[in-house]
């Protein structure tokens, strides 16, 4: 749960605002992508390079640039310093650990949110943290690898035709919340996909595993909850800001993101109290099925338990046992024995055991 | 939980205000249905036409446009442009896993609530998002099928004598709201006869398919909690809001619609109080059940393994048992054992086994 | 405990305001019984006619208007008609499902409370709806059916020397609620005896029926919260409210009322509590009492099993068995048998199971 | 829990503001103690009589009367008059259910906190109600009987070196709440030491009177945040008056109390979960004492009872059974057995189950 | 839990502001070390002399005075005197079981916050408290023992490149807050590796020693959750101060811990969800093995109690018993046994006990 372990006891003893990567470093280098637009042009450049980025002339126009990698620290202190951001907002973009965040500046606002995805193995959920800043008239997002859920709107700012391309930066931001948040549905769908499948597995077929994949259920849903909460905050702060830099006409844009937050917090509260339940019942069906071992047990040590008496008795070698030599005395005991198993059987059947 | 699933997944990668019907869509046409009328005078089309819609005089009078069926987009982006709505607005109506919500504009009021009913199977309760904008003087209301909960309203409509004919916009708002929240009412009654017979089952015949009978109980119950909750929030916006659309006299009407709906709140917290006891009993039974199992047998086994011994005791072959040529040996050992079964029965009826 | 079945479906459809009685129509007439009185003359009529009522001048001195059984609509009709009320006020006072509740107005302040009383046969809480309407000059309360907890109040109108004669109607409010409140207590108090008992059945003589009086205990609680906890809301509006009608040296009566409505809601949740708790010391009674019973079970079979098998290899009919001829073999045997049965014994008695 | 049964229902039908003790009245007289001092005298009457207490002069100094015994009802009634104390405030004073409540009244202040011991068998914690009233320049303090833990406090009013002698009404009060609110450390670290035994007990010696104490320590915890929890508002209120009557630089004095009294719920909190952590344990370890006992019975049975069989099958009377006559039958089935046995005790060995 | 019992019960009694230590004397003497410092110079002495201290000229410069061991009341009274602190201040130094908090004074701030260290043996998390008193231009911090993690901050005070040297007392008290909290993280992590030891045991090798490991796991939880939790409110409190102490640039320092503290929270809250969600997981594998064990006693028992009953019955000693001549008698009969003991297994394997 403490991802990346190692991670904190690193940064201990370092100055605060350190711009030093915590996470394993990966191989891949840094990428940075830039998209120049307003409504009647677009730029568009894949490599982008850091040079361009010192002579970057924002004056006009709106721009985006994406950081691909974070563990590049000179990358993201040229940045911060291009830009003049404040040197803990460096820190916290290059420490992943982070919770969501928002934070307010004059000239700018501070995100952090999380990018979930499915590991592979389909097993646990994957963070990546994205920082996003945008001011004025540019956006910056750092992701800490490459691949990310922004195409769609990629693809939109290469169209003239949508909204995006008449709108700011406040709006380009929202976007990108936008598709990380809808995103989160995926995550929750197939979570709930998965609830329903144990739910099957617990009322028709537990087994001793059943109850480890509840609890690695119960621990999945733990982790969405520190990631989706705090974004309950994040994007509230955003809809309350009477910063200019959130045009008016856009705030309403950031409210139905806010309803999309609330969503996605009610349908994880309501997979705990699923799984919760879920724990429950397969404690029940565990009872319940030494119940029903305890029973089979019971039924024939009950019926045999005494018919081997009987037998026993008939077994002792006394000397004089007149029984023993009466004629029909070995049928009579097989009858009486027949009485005793038919008799314990009506009173199993009565107790509906059977 | 997450019903109709995949909608969301379809919906990722849209521009924000795309209106997309996501649900399966249905093979009816949407219907329109129109409702005229003042103190004095009052029209009613059933199948009303967009045409007419389009050309529809809102100067005088009270307009209520009923629309049944929200898959087919273009009916409700014509209706958007028509009374010039926010795309948000016409995205949310489209989409039907909203929570419901209240969004209060200059010159109209935005308001999305869960119709429910009893599926006919008993099984589940099912969900129809209804819509409802109001403003100076018209309701237009979305539902996703035929069939709902206003004939009453339609019939008050007719009639001259209600006051519904001499009140406005917001007074018609209620009262679709007032019977929708009303038939709640219908619901939680079900599961009130639900729970009351599931307590019976608990108590006097429980067995293995309780325990799934619960847990759905418990989804119910958590289902329900997802429509109702928010509407209390969404009740108590309209008590509280300072827009001249709702008259100053027409919000003790509201504040009685906010009461009824934390009746509903406190309704429904009692039934997942007292779901979870039965839980509790359940599984306190089941325990019960076993202790009955192993009582038996151990009475059984208890009285008859230590006869079976003393009866092996004398199947022994020794060629030297002074015992087995006694003349009332055998006696003597079949009292000693009718001795040790007594013995046995009074230790077990003192602990109050029998 | 949705009380009063089939209420709720009936009411819907009605029009809002609609002064129709839900409940069972109890056989005895209304009645009606009223008070005037001011510092220096009281008068008292028991019988109160509606004539009188709508003849009733009300310019000077208190008057107590007491209304028993509301389903008598047209009644509480002409008295909402006399003293101008809501037509809102009138309808909840006939249905009796209401939540308590507290309404301000401008020229009366209007209530809604439970009076609760232990049914006859004791295994439910009865509950009644008491509505209590006060303005200026005048109190008006209505009530189920005849029979309250308001005689002491009338003792003291009666006498010249108590303060009730010289204040007005917000402390004859204030005094029904108290009266009612007070009442409370006495619930409490049964309940917290219920809980002793069930405590000391629970630690020596649980059985499969305290389960039940467990749950039921619970249900109780559960009804009581439902009553008490909006008091707390009902109450601490009075004293907080800026209205005239309650006068500034009155308002301290209203917070005395408020710490014993706390007073309560403490008591009730600590029954919970404690109540929770006696459903796990259920619980692990019964798990104890299984051990108890294995223990018995595994100790006899522990002990004679292998002695059967002793006996039983002595029993087999194999020609060559040396030891069958012995002397003393079958005392040793025995001997063996003993110091087996013994050594089990004192394994059990180190296991602590004797 | 309602200590004091039958307290309430006495009250009820009495007119509010009744000064009218409630419990079983002590035979002792209620005694009461003065305290004249200032800077630089101080007088000590130990017993003061009602009519010195009508005469005093409270022109100068500081005066502190101390009441033990509260159940004579004119003694309190004469200082209320005395002090001209609101009716409500005497009969909060008697009435000794209360909840701990802090009122402010414009000339003075009126606090209500409980007074804890241990009782002398240890069993239960002891509540003695403790009604302070203070204004300008006295301190009226009201205990249930003789004896308490202001003794202290008494020794350094006599000795002039110490603040109390320089300081106003205002630190009397806070020095009693402050002597109360320590004596309750005394009850959570006897509490705490239970706690402790009671761990080691369910660790290592769990018995079936282990869950008795388990839930009565739930109920001691229980009882004291009844007492504990509503200080925090007390205290609090004292901290934030902006009163006169308690002088600026006192109020750091009163924050100080705050901080303690929220290091008591804290404790008192950590304690709850500690004994609800305990009762989950105590489960679970008859859960493993049953595992234990099955095991001991699998074990043996399950050697044994194949033995028996076979030694059964060669103690048939058939004629014609070849095996018995064979030579070494009798040794071959013994060492069969033996090989039985030795597997399958490699096999209990190989679940772990020895 | 109450750690340094026996401290309240001596402290009770004594006037307010005593300042006495409580706990046991270490045999060391207490500490002093000193830090002048200001952008171009610094001066470091390791053992300062209380005449030193006394005679400290405050007029420039930054001065950082470590104390470590409080037991030396003289010691922590001269500093309270020369730097004029508040009597409850110094009160609150010395008592070591304070509660992490913050409060405000005119011309300084006053900290109390808890240094945690995992103990050498693991087991526990040993806490140690450290009081920091910050004003213009001075940093005073208390610590009950020699040893801290401030060794990183001295570093950077003796480099002339670190901001710490161009930064005010605030920017210090921060640093030496954010080394603190940073600690937390050390211990947090190793919790966090025991949560996954305990996971994996409980999956797969869970004994009786687990749950008491899992208990004890839970009262670290609960001692951590009191030492910071309160720290939120602490740093809150410094973020929001508008006291001119707290340089404006310096507050999103203060923020940027706070974020952190939200972080611990958050974990530490996410480790409790897991550890309550590991005892049911180890209550249900009680459950299962338990059920494993009655499996084999099942399947063992039933297979052979009727086989024994049979031969049994072979066994008797009737005269006429005309099979026990029957030539394949004997073989018949344990063909049928084999049959019977054939047929159970098939049962069980059906009902997957096998």
């Known amino acids: 749960m403490l991802k990346g372990k ?13 711009i030093i990567y915590m996470g394993q470093k990966p191989e891949i280098d840094p990428e940075i992508s830039y998209f120049y637009y ?14 361009d980025l010192e002579k970057l002339d924002l004056s006009t126009g709106m721009h985006w640039i994406n950081i691909d990698g974070i563990h590049a620290e000179e990358v993201i202190e040229k940045i911060g310093k291009k830009f003049n951001f404040h040197q803990l907002v460096m820190e916290d973009i290059v420490h992943t650990g982070q919770r969501p965040k928002f934070e307010e500046f004059d000239d700018c606002f501070f995100l952090i949110i999380k990018m979930l995805y499915n590991s592979t193995r389909g097993e646990n959920i994957e963070e990546e943290q994205v920082s996003i800043i945008f001011g004025e008239n540019y956006v910056i997002s750092f992701q800490e690898k490459p691949g990310d859920v922004f195409d769609a709107i990629r693809k939109r700012i290469r169209d003239t035709k949508y909204r995006i391309r008449r709108n700011g ?8 919340l936008d598709a990380i948040i809808d995103n989160y549905y995926i995550i929750l769908e197939s979570l709930g996909d998965n609830v329903e499948l144990l739910e099957n597995e617990v009322f028709s077929d537990s087994n001793s595993a059943t109850i480890e994949k509840i609890y690695k259920m119960k621990r999945k849903i733990i982790q969405l909850r520190k990631s989706i909460w705090p974004l309950r905050e994040v994007v509230s702060s955003l809809t309350r800001t009477e910063n200019v830099l959130l ?20 349908t994880i509260e309501s997979f705990r109290d699923m799984v919760s339940g879920l724990l ?16 089979v047990l019971t039924i024939i040590a009950t ?12 077994g002792m070698n006394f000397h004089y046992m007149p029984e023993l030599s009466w004629r029909w005395a070995y049928f009579t005991v097989l009858g009486v024995m027949l009485i005793v198993a038919i008799v314990m059987l009506i009173f199993f059947k009565r107790r509906k055991w059977l």
């Open 6 to 18: 190692g991670r904190f006891t690193k940064h201990i003893g370092l100055p605060p605002g350190s």
């Open 38 to 51: 307003d409504e009647n042009n677009y730029r568009e450049v894949e490599k982008y390079s850091l040079e």
């Open 169 to 176: 930066a406040d709006y380009l931001a929202y976007s990108l």
């Open 247 to 266: 045009k008016e006409n856009n705030i309403r844009f950031f409210s139905d993101l806010y309803d999309h937050v609330i969503m996605l917090i009610d």
């Open 280 to 295: 429950d019942i397969y404690l029940s069906s565990v009872s319940n099925k030494m119940n029903e071992v305890m029973k």
């Open 303 to 314: 019926i045999f338990i005494p018919l081997t008496f009987i037998a026993g008795v008939y």
